[in-house]
């Protein structure tokens, strides 16, 4: 028989659990978080249609507003590069929260610039937003929400495209430029206030006691794959292993694709999109009720992109669509030239606009570059790289069309065309290689 402790031994005290009241309001669901953290992708679709129904209003010389168009798409290039250093230091969510005061200076800037140098400065920094907010953005609704549709950063820039163009109709360029400043600040508050960062990140830093709280308030239970280890360094490291084959292989193989992407056009047809309408041979209704109508039916594409899960069958539909588009705009304006008189041309005007509804339609797809594969090292950098190819088909646009006139939308057509045939011989050609390694490697060992 056990020995029973006499009354005057000390009796061992019962541990004390402190429970604290979380310090959020729990009525905000994790659909709410999920649209509040997808707000800078509204503010990055307006800053790439900005130009697209206010460039004709802008004080400065042509030569200039090519340049003011195209400097977005070079600004997102360099955001895409510092991006990821960013979320190694700041966390996706710190990201994003930092990447709104670069859009706010740009924003206001290009309001108050009296010189030509601080209007291209504004936009440069608005492009940086754009290129960073795609990246780290992108990584935090893939983390937290991964499941949830509604999730898609495509989706809520194309509503920004759509917001921008319907507003830069009806105001000039500065009471629009004035409006983004607006929603850039209201945005920075309510992603600052309500948006928890990624668990994953916080766990990554030994902040336990964070994160715990970021998955109470996000609602899950099993921390996400992490974005970031917090000893990588990726920049340095793929820069060293650049010359091994599985490195340089993919990565040239996604540059590839991407660059095919915006030779395209999406970014041009976005930047010049009232100027876009009327090259393509549309002649009735207005051009900029044309051009809302058309950044409706982008919304609609981004909706259609959103349900399919396969990566690599959303580009290569993308595609299809600008060859077919192209491909309608080239032979009505061929048609047009050789058989039509003025009377048929315009009786059959409605053709170019529909292979216009196709073609911004498909284009929405490349508004947020697509990755046909996963986990590709230099990501970042592949990305940078697709936004400065972008920076030269929107600055050579016009030129382009100068000298090919709508030949030019057979020029999208053949790239698209190309693209299709990257995206089908090189990484479906990479997803047979991986299946039988990871079939080999999940083998019990004997």
Known sequence: MENQPGPSAPSKPEPTVVIQKPLYNSSISPGIL????????????????FTGVTLSELPISYSNKTWFASLAALGAAGGCLVCHSMINAFGPRGTTVL??????????????????????IGRFLTGCFVGITSIS??????????????????????????????????????????????????????????????????????????????????????????????????????????????????FMALCLHLTLQQLSGPLAVLSYAVDVVGDSGVRI????????????????????????????????????????????????????RLVLNRFGAQLLSFVPLLGMLLLVTSCCVALVPTLPTNNTKGEHVALGFSYLVGFAVVKCYPYAHAYLGWWIFVFFAFMAALNIITNVLLFSEQKKKVQPTADIDTRPSV
Request: glycine share 6%.
């Open 34 to 49: 999920a649209i509040l953290s997808l707000l800078p992708c509204i503010l990055s679709g307006a800053i790439l249609g």
């Open 99 to 120: 990447s709104h005061v670069v859009g706010i200076i740009g924003w206001i800037l290009t309001i108050s610039s009296l010189t030509t140098v601080n209007f291209l």
């Open 137 to 250: 953005v992108s990584a935090y609704c893939t983390e937290c929400f991964p499941k949830r549709l509604s999730a898609r950063p495509v989706v809520y820039t194309a509503l920004g495209v759509l917001s921008v163009y319907f507003v830069g109709s009806l105001l000039n360029y500065r009471q629009t430029a004035l409006l983004a400043v607006v929603g850039t600040a209201v945005s920075f508050v309510l992603v600052r206030t309500y948006v928890p960062e990624s668990p994953a990140w916080l766990e990554s830093r030994g902040r336990m006691g964070d994160a715990e709280y970021s998955k109470l308030k996000l609602k899950i239970t099993e921390t996400p794959a992490a974005v970031a280890d917090s000893n990588d360094q990726p920049g340095l490291n793929f820069v060293r292993n650049l010359r091994q084959p599985n490195v340089y292989k993919p």
């Open 285 to 336: 209704l207005n051009s900029y009720f044309i051009v809302i109508v058309l950044s409706a039916f982008m919304v609609m594409g981004a909706l259609i992109s959103t349900a399919m899960d396969h990566r690599e069958s959303t580009t290569i539909l993308s595609s299809t669509g600008i060859l077919i588009s192209g491909a309608v705009i080239g032979s009505y304006n061929l048609i047009r």
